[in-house]
């Protein structure tokens, strides 16, 4: 039996078990948390969003059916509408402090030798944290979920393609961007 | 190197940096100087896997979660499934259709023996 299958089989099991409900929490939980952290920038926010997306998850399971869309990438749209509805809220769309939130989260981590290299991701999370909040979403879909490129297209209402020509675009965009960023270095030294 | 090529190659490496961490830094290995348009793609997106780190919720958390989702679970939980639900609805429906259908069957019958008792006058 397939991995497909067998979560299958678990998903429909969950809608008349609880403790089954509670196999399918404790595997997509960590996922879905690193998601929503990268999508709001602190730990607190993405602990009541992660919480959230699972009530209604529990709410609303006996409406999954399959149909081609893994119960992941459900749980992902869950996810993403919690994040969306938040950002609405608070009217804020500056989506991903990427810079600040990283070296946060890394500051005990990382020790005094790689400091140079920290500095060299600082510039690439100032580029990440520049594009639009679409692009930010891919790659944090691309990068912390194990969802294939049709799983993200489901997540995000795109089709497989055009995610795959989203990620090689935004992949220029932040090489220009890096590249820039050198110039601008190179230029400061040189005055 | 034509961009669907260009997307195919890209999308691989960055399936290949999300399944594993342990291939980290081969993927630009074996490229060509010809193809380094392709390499500084692939610099750029092992950089954006590396801002990406995993971040962990806390167990208390992901501990509290659970239980609160298991109480909520027995709480809301209907007794019977949703396809048993359904299963009950739709033969309450035929029964209730096959009652009515016999309920007229019967009145129209009794009216026609009744008519045929009434006696001819005249």
């Known amino acids: 039996m397939s991995s497909e299958e067998n979560e299958e089989l678990l998903v429909e099991r969950a809608k008349t078990d609880p403790a089954t409900f509670g196999l399918l929490y404790q595997r997509y939980v960590s996922r879905i948390y690193n998601y929503v952290y990268y999508r709001t920038g602190n730990h607190h926010d993405a602990e009541d969003l992660t919480a959230r997306t699972f009530y209604y998850a529990l709410s609303n399971i006996e409406r999954y059916q399959s149909r081609g869309v893994p119960f992941s990438a459900w749980l992902y749209r869950i996810a993403h509408n919690q994040v969306a509805n938040w950002h609405r809220d608070r009217s804020r769309r500056k989506v991903i402090a990427l810079d600040e939130l990283i070296i946060a989260s890394h500051r005990r981590v990382i020790p005094e030798s790689l400091i140079e290299a920290q500095e060299e991701r600082g510039v690439l999370r100032k580029a990440i944290g520049r594009l639009p909040p679409e692009r930010q979403q891919l790659l944090i879909l691309k990068f912390t979920t194990e969802l294939s490129n049709a799983e993200i297209g489901q997540v995000m209402g795109r089709s497989e393609s055009a995610i795959k020509s989203l990620y090689h675009r935004t992949l220029l965009v932040l090489r220009e961007e890096l590249a820039s960023g050198t110039d601008k270095d190179k230029d400061i030294e040189m005055g | ?122």
């Open chain 2, 1 to 122: 190197m034509e961009d669907r090529v260009l997307q195919e190659t890209m999308d691989s490496q960055a399936n290949g940096l999300s399944v594993s961490d342990e291939n980290q830094g081969l993927h630009t290995a074996g490229i060509s100087g010809s193809h380094s348009e392709l390499e500084s793609l692939m610099v750029v997106a092992e950089k954006v896997k590396n801002a990406l780190l995993p971040v962990e919720p806390s167990p208390a958390f992901v501990r509290g979660l659970h239980r609160n989702l298991l109480a909520m679970a027995g709480r809301n939980r209907p007794r019977t499934p949703a396809y048993a639900r359904r299963g009950l609805l739709i033969g309450a429906a035929a029964l209730g259709s096959a009652l009515s259908l016999g309920i007229i069957a019967y009145v129209i019958r009794a009216r026609a023996s009744a008519r045929a008792e009434t006696p001819v006058h005249g």
